[in-house]
């Protein structure tokens, strides 16, 4: 209950995490390289003379190297997520926040952010003291050196973030040659203005209020997910070193300070944990330091910490896994087959229920609704014919021209001489693109 003259939130309490070498930060930083390497390369890529991935509101598709996504292939869109989510709650059920800690980008360039703040203005105790001082000139210069190097990487990633969702490469000419369109301006600005108060500002607040995934974790973590806890069955109780009748922890506090969440892991699974390693590298150090074996924070599980067996595979798992493989091939085989161009045709029947009627010249008509799109990532001139109905021929529009994504309906009149045999003939409906693109639909003709 909030009770008169109380706040509804704390005040934030600026966390200043230390340096934490150690063979889990070496890990982290190579995938870290990895990944930014790939983010920022990613929006270069060309395929096919074109960015290979581009989410194209304004044109409001989607590439995905060969694969062009247009709304009407909205279930592309909802299979993809439900396979990300299915993916994300079967390796936070088996390996808990690995994600968070080793892969995120918040992660990845909050830690880039902080490198850039230890460079300037020092590690942990140094920082500190440097926001206490007052204002003098080294305080100045390490504070505006920090954030113009900040802006510079901002900037960048504004730059890289806005190229998944503008060419790339017309934006990078832009700005190259100072003549920077309004919109395209914009949405740069706003995404650097975002990564500076993110990475810069924001930080672990994003994990603890904003991000969703952090929210769920609770519903996909078990006794036996993959966690980065403290065994307070060894640990505890916790004295200093000369102490006698001590567990194995030396209440250094050093995990707590490296902890860029500001948790003291030592408390038990907290939502705030990103799992980011840091508490292990440095209580490994400490262990190492006092001759005892590390690992008093490891990877381990509840049930472990309990002194239970850790079961792998259990019936969670082995749904999530079932759900991807099945959807996952199902995605493949949507892809693998799909049409570049989509065509569709039923037969209509006539006002006054007649399926059939006689053309002036004395030849049976068919009316035909056909749906014709273009799901190439360029226009498309289409012929449209039909195969397979002896001498039948298209009468109209027989030749289209559609824009990349256009969906069109039009209404086809097909005829067949007089003499031909009555009933139901089977024959397809053929389009062909001029660069030889061709797809067809089958159909029926009645002759009456
Ligand atoms: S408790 Fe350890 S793993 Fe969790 S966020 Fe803090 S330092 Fe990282
Ligand atoms: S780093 Fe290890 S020894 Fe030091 S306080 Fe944390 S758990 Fe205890």
Redesign the pocket.
């Known amino acids: 209950m909030i009770l008169p003259g109380q706040q509804m939130t704390a005040a934030r309490k600026k966390i200043y995490p230390r340096n934490s070498p150690g063979r889990f930060r070496n890990l982290r930083n190579v995938l870290s390289v990895l990944l930014q390497a790939l983010l920022f390369a990613l929006p270069w890529l060309q395929w096919h003379s074109r960015q290979a991935v581009l989410a194209d509101l304004a044109g409001r598709k989607l590439y995905l190297f060969d694969l062009v996504l247009h709304p009407q292939d909205n279930y592309f869109l909802l299979l993809i997520t439900i396979i990300a989510v299915l993916l994300i709650s079967g390796v936070s059920t088996l390996a808990g926040r690995m994600w968070c800690g080793f892969a995120c980008p918040q992660t990845i360039f909050t830690q880039a952010f902080i490198a850039v703040e230890r460079f300037f203005e020092g590690d942990r105790a140094a920082r500190m003291r440097l926001d206490r001082a007052a204002w003098n000139g080294r305080k100045i210069r390490a504070k505006v050196s920090k954030w113009i190097v900040w802006t510079i990487m901002g900037s960048w990633l504004g730059m890289t973030f806005a190229g998944y969702f503008l060419p790339i490469r017309d934006l990078m000419g832009q700005i190259l040659s100072g003549h920077v369109e309004l919109n395209t301006g914009l949405v740069v600005l706003f995404f650097t203005a975002i990564s500076l108060f993110d990475f810069g500002y924001f930080r672990e607040q994003f994990c603890q209020h904003i991000c969703p995934y952090a929210r769920l974790q609770s519903t996909m973590l078990d006794a036996d997910s993959i966690i980065v806890g ?1 065994d307070s069955k060894r ?1 505890e109780p ?1 004295a200093k070193l000369k102490q006698p009748d001590r567990g ?9 300070q490296v902890c860029p969440a500001g948790i003291d ?2 408390d038990g699974l907290q939502s705030e944990c990103i799992g980011c390693t840091a ?1 292990i590298d ?2 490994d150090s ?2 190492d330091k006092v001759k005892q074996p590390r690992g ?2 490891r990877f381990t599980s509840l049930n472990e910490l309990e002194g239970r067996p850790t079961r792998v595979f259990r019936p969670r798992l082995l749904i999530y896994s079932g759900a991807l493989v099945l959807l996952t091939g199902l995605l493949l085989y949507l892809m693998v087959t799909r049409s570049p161009i989509g065509l569709e045709c039923e037969r209509q029947v006539r006002p006054g229920g007649q399926m059939a009627a006689i053309t002036a010249d004395g030849r049976v008509s068919n009316v035909f609704k056909v749906h014709v799109v273009n799901r190439l990532a360029e226009p498309a001139r289409l012929q449209i014919r039909v195969e397979g109905l002896a001498a039948g021929e298209v009468l109209g529009t027989r030749n289209l021209e559609l824009a990349s994504g256009q969906l069109q309906e039009l209404q086809l009149l097909v005829v067949v001489p007089a003499a031909s045999g009555r009933g139901i003939h089977n024959f397809r409906f053929v389009a062909t693109s001029q660069a030889g693109v061709q797809v067809s639909s089958q159909a029926t003709f009645f002759v009456p």
């Open positions: 403290y640990g916790r194995a922890c030396v209440d250094c506090s050093l995990c707590v892991i030592r508490c440095a209580c400490i262990m008093l924070i």
